[in-house]
């Protein structure tokens, strides 16, 4: 380790890791971005006889994983799709001739490390026999899945190549498997368990003899200062509340801008840089990007010619750049929020990792997400977790990640501090109280079941905005009659009175934060329509709403029914007064995006 890599002392569960790979264990290995994953692999294949083979999920991070262990000196390679026909024989060949050299003994020439993308897996036989052929010749010593969360679709990475690596514990059922990643909620795990066909995670006096041995390492990292940032409801505030805050805060740092499609990361990045005059240098990546601009961007990044990537998570896994010093994220899932804020920082130097929200992602998230498994949940998850303004992040997130286990998540500990302890610099522990109003909603919450009671009578359909708007007794709010062809928009007419005993007295940010704690509490619920290209979300009474729709006005005014509790922020916030006498802008039914282009929804291409 310090003769080749120049470290001189193991960090976190490293040397565990090792031990347990190089003991022929299955493993299974959870430690932070930057925590230094790769080290539990790259040891062992240099101290054992045989070829390590590793599968990663991105052409970038291999050829940075083999520039840095050729500069070493170790013997890596990697075959991609990218790889010339000439090189890849050559490979081949060495391969070969590994396979076929007799005795355990190491030869000069060997091939330590082989990297390769998972569709070399999937789809080449030809790569496969080879492999047959190491393993039959005693020549494969471990088989590496890098980001191994990337197999299951509960994850936020879900990659379908990366399923098909079930097929090597079945070909090749002695070959140890070490499985990484930095998230890994516990179904994750047990889907990574299942798919690659790993053994039952053991511990105890068990783990001696036999299972997967679970690693995971301290998840949260002290330095990184997490808050969620009130989102304006306009695409162009929410730029140039992002471009403020990176000049006020960032000026010459650099960082990351997390998008959720590749469209918003385009039309993030070309707004940043327009709204702040040039001063904010951006660079767009996705998966469409070409390879040769890709890299080009991480270089320009790297020096700091550009300032910010604006970027699906398509950017991102092995970046290596340390002085990250802002992540912001623009939309996110809670599983996505916390793998990329762990970009930033990896110098151990303070970052700030920024949620912008505002309820109505909800609607958007939950159009691209409903097809998903446990999308929902996954979503309510995110919601919950941004819209709580008392508990600390850390713990918020170790609530999260350790929910529903069945092992001992013991190591949601930091170094100095168990994992219930506040971190005490999240945007909840400094929270002034005054900037959160809390106050009893019921009879607020069985007017809006009310309303909605009365737009279904008519057989229509209602968006978070539109409830918002409709509740307030704007005539903004649609109605959306979902007429296949013919989308018919009217005014909802309601009479007030006799409906919900007069219009909410809320704001119309306070009734969609009142909506999305609704949603997560099933006193609303959602219903999706699908049309050819878009999905639309719409709220409806929930399974819980008879409990309190049930009653009278009177009833629930008199205390009659469960009573609801929300928390409001009451921070002074910059919005951007609108000219008077514009006219509202009519929401629609549709999900679309800022600039009212509707959303498709698709799978993992989007990113
Ligand atoms: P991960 O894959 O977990 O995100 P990497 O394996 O890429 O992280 O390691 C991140 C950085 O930490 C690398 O620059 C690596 O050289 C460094 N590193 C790894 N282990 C140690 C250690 N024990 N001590 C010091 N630096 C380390
Ligand atoms: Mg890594």
């Known amino acids: 380790m310090k003769k080749v890599f120049g470290i001189s002392n193991f960090r976190l569960c490293q040397q565990g890791v090792c031990n347990a790979n190089m003991d022929g264990r299955d493993v299974v290995c959870v430690m932070p971005t930057g925590g230094g994953k790769s080290l539990t692999y790259q040891l062992p294949a240099l101290l054992t006889p045989g070829c390590t083979l590793v599968i990663s999920p991105l052409i970038s991070l291999i050829t940075d994983q083999i520039l840095h262990l050729r500069e070493a000196g170790v013997e890596a390679v990697m075959l991609t799709g990218g790889t010339s026909k000439a090189l890849a024989n050559e490979i081949q060949q060495r ?65 379908p190549d990366y399923k098909k690596l079930s097929a090597l514990r079945q070909f090749f059922p002695h070959v140890p498997i070490l499985a990484l990643s930095a998230t890994c909620p516990p179904k994750v795990l047990q889907d990574i ?38 989102k304006p409801s306009s695409a162009k505030d929410v730029i140039s509340a992002m471009s403020e805050y990176i000049l006020q805060n960032h000026k010459n740092n650099s960082g990351i801008v997390y998008c959720l499609t590749k469209k918003d990361a385009e039309t993030v990045a070309e707004n940043l840089q327009a709204v702040s005059n ?29 300032q910010v990537v604006c970027a699906t998570i398509a950017f991102g896994l092995g970046i290596d750049k340390g002085n990250v010093r802002f ?48 999308g929902q949940a ?27 286990s069945d092992l001992s998540m013991a190591s949601w500990t930091t170094e ?65 009659t979902g007429g296949k062809r013919q989308k018919v928009k009217e005014k909802v007419q309601l009479d007030y009175d006799a409906v919900a005993g007069g219009k909410v007295g809320l704001s119309k940010d306070d009734i969609e934060t009142l909506t999305v704690q609704l949603l997560v509490s099933r006193y609303l619920g959602e219903a999706f329509s699908s049309t050819a290209y878009t999905v639309n979300v719409y709220v409806i009474p929930g399974e819980l709403a008879l409990r309190l729709s049930r009653f009278s006005r009177a009833d629930v005014v008199n205390g ?41 929804v698709a799978g993992p291409s989007r990113i």
């Open 95 to 159: 391969l070969t001739s590994m396979a076929s050299s007799r005795g355990g003994g190491q030869q000069e020439r060997d091939i330590k490390l082989c990297y390769v993308t998972p569709e070399k897996i999937a789809k080449s036989k030809g790569f496969m026999s080879l492999l047959r052929k190491l393993v039959e010749g005693g020549k494969l010593a471990r088989i590496v899945i890098d980001e191994a969360h990337c197999v299951s679709q509960l994850g936020h990475d879900f990659r």
């Open 193 to 230: 368990l299942k798919i690659l066909h790993m053994k039952p995670v053991v511990d105890g006096k068990a783990a001696a003899r036999e299972g997967t041995i679970y690693f995971s390492a301290p998840l949260y990292r002290k330095n990184l200062h997490y808050s969620v940032l009130p």
């Open 278 to 306: 040039g001063r904010i240098r951006t660079g767009v990546y996705h998966a469409d990007i070409a390879d040769a601009q890709k890299e080009g961007l991480h270089r320009q990044w790297r020096q700091g010619s550009v």
């Open 327 to 374: 992540v912001l994220h623009h939309t996110k899932s809670l599983d996505g929020y916390y793998q990329e804020s762990g970009r930033a920082g990896r110098d151990g130097q303070d970052a700030d990792c920024v949620l912008y929200y505002r309820p109505q992602d909800a609607t958007r998230q939950s159009s691209i997400t409903c097809t998903d498994t446990d």
């Open 378 to 404: 996954k979503l309510h998850d995110m919601l919950r977790f941004a819209q709580d303004m008392q508990e600390c992040r850390k713990i918020l997130f170790a609530k999260y990640f350790s929910a529903s």
């Open 416 to 480: 100095e501090s168990s994992a219930m302890d506040k971190c005490g610099h999240c945007d909840n522990c400094t929270r002034a109280p005054e900037t959160v109003e809390h106050k009893d909603v019921t009879v607020e919450t069985w007017q809006l079941l009310k309303i909605l009671e009365a737009v279904d009578a008519q057989g229509g359909r209602q968006t978070i905005a539109g409830l918002s708007d409709l509740a307030r007794g704007l005539g903004g709010g649609s109605f959306d």
């Open 560 to 600: 009659k029914g469960p009573r609801i509790q929300c928390s409001f922020k009451r921070q002074a916030r910059k919005v951007k007064a609108t000219a008077a006498g514009t006219k509202r802008k009519v929401a629609t039914g549709n999900i679309s995006d800022e600039e009212g282009v509707p959303v498709s």
